[in-house]
Nanobody, 115 residues
Framework: VQLVESGGGLVQPGGSLRLSCVAS????????MSWYRQAPGKERELVAA????????NYADSVKGRFTISRDNVKYTMYPQMNSLKPEDTAVYYC?????????WGQGTQVTVSS
């Protein structure tokens, strides 16, 4: 199983980024997907999650109204659209796939919000 994130980079406060997570080696439509992030010196935290069908989403309070998670079960891809970025959004963002007791992680992509 591979989860490959892309789309990270440096963005100014107030800017936007769209990350991608492309999955392979699993039946993507059977997995709940989520994004986590980890800032230096902090624990990894859940940012957003989406069920296997895409019918339900969940967001951390800190990103509600600014981030939107979506998925394409044909392309085996998950996306967060991140708007109105703040310096506190700076972190490594990880893609996560879960089905019952199976958990898989991507390698992470760095997002830096700075002027």
């Amino acid at each position: 199983v591979q989860l490959v994130e892309s789309g990270g980079g440096l963005v100014q406060p107030g800017g936007s980024l769209r990350l991608s997570c492309v999955a392979s080696g699993l039946t993507f439509r059977n997995y709940d997907m989520s994004w986590y992030r980890q800032a230096p010196g902090k624990e990894r935290e859940l940012v957003a999650a989406i069920t296997s069908t895409g019918g339900s989403t969940n967001y951390a309070d800190s990103v509600k109204g600014r981030f939107t998670i979506s998925r394409d079960n044909v392309k085996y891809t998950m996306y967060p659209q991140m708007n109105s970025l703040k310096p506190e959004d700076t972190a490594v963002y990880y893609c996560h796939a879960q089905r019952i007791l199976l958990h898989y992680w991507g390698q992470g992509t760095q997002v830096t919000v700075s002027s």
